[in-house]
């Protein structure tokens, strides 16, 4: 039972131009939602998180949307830059309970 | 200076043998995990302590055991490794709130022979 799913296994963008990675969720108990990135032979690291209270949140060129209504969230990366390639996850929380991710979705930017 | 330290990185065993991951971080964190990337790339919680107390523990099979001496340290034992548990284990901790994120290890490759 996947709850949280990234639906595109991999995009491909060239540099300069606006990464659109895209998570879908089935759980309505989820209140947060985070983005890690994750490169070859490391571990996860946070990117950026948005609260279920709010649409948008935006941290330099990486920004979350959120729509509840639609179980749906984006991340935008603005400009893409070659060592924004790594493999992004989508993860949500239920009440600071457990993190659960979705599969994973590899970016690749083109130079 | 790690925040999160995983040994051993890689681990190639035979099937039957029983097998040590050790972790270790240095955030003050009060709660850590373990999760496990499988073939499919999903990266699924298998169990967390928070300050040395078991909170989560999934579904998974009795011949997983987690340990944790101190707030700092959470390792996992594998009895009667199968092929099946070949995958990539990372831990993780946290300070407890989703909004703060986890922080990772770097991930030990289990393969199992």
């Known amino acids: 039972d996947q709850q949280v799913k990234q639906n595109s296994p991999s995009l491909s963008v060239q540099e300069g131009r606006i990464s659109i990675l895209n998570c879908d969720y089935t759980n309505s108990m989820f209140d947060y939602f985070l983005w890690y990135k994750k490169y070859p032979a490391e571990g996860p690291t946070f990117l950026i998180s948005i609260s279920s209270i709010k649409d948008k949140n935006e941290d330099g060129r990486f920004t979350v949307f959120l729509n509840k209504s639609a179980k749906h969230l984006s991340l935008h990366i603005v400009p893409s830059q070659p060592g924004d390639s790594a493999v992004y996850f989508c993860a949500a929380s239920p009440y600071g309970n457990k993190l659960v991710f979705g599969a994973g979705t590899i970016l690749r930017v083109k130079s | 200076d790690t925040a999160v330290s995983q040994t051993p990185k890689y681990l190639v065993t035979q099937m039957g043998n029983d097998k040590s991951i050790k972790c270790e971080q240095n955030l003050g964190h009060d709660t850590m995990y373990w999760y496990k990337q499988d073939s499919k790339k999903f990266l699924k919680i298998m169990f967390s302590?928070?300050?040395?107390?078991?909170?989560i523990n999934e579904t998974v099979p009795n011949r997983f055991s987690p340990k944790s001496p101190d707030k700092a340290h959470l390792n996992l034992h594998i009895n009667s490794l199968e092929l099946g548990d070949s995958a990539v284990y990372f831990c993780a901790s946290s300070g407890g709130r989703s909004d703060y994120g986890y922080t990772f290890g770097s991930g030990t490759r289990l393969t199992v022979v």
């Open positions: 302590y928070n300050n040395k107390e078991l909170i």
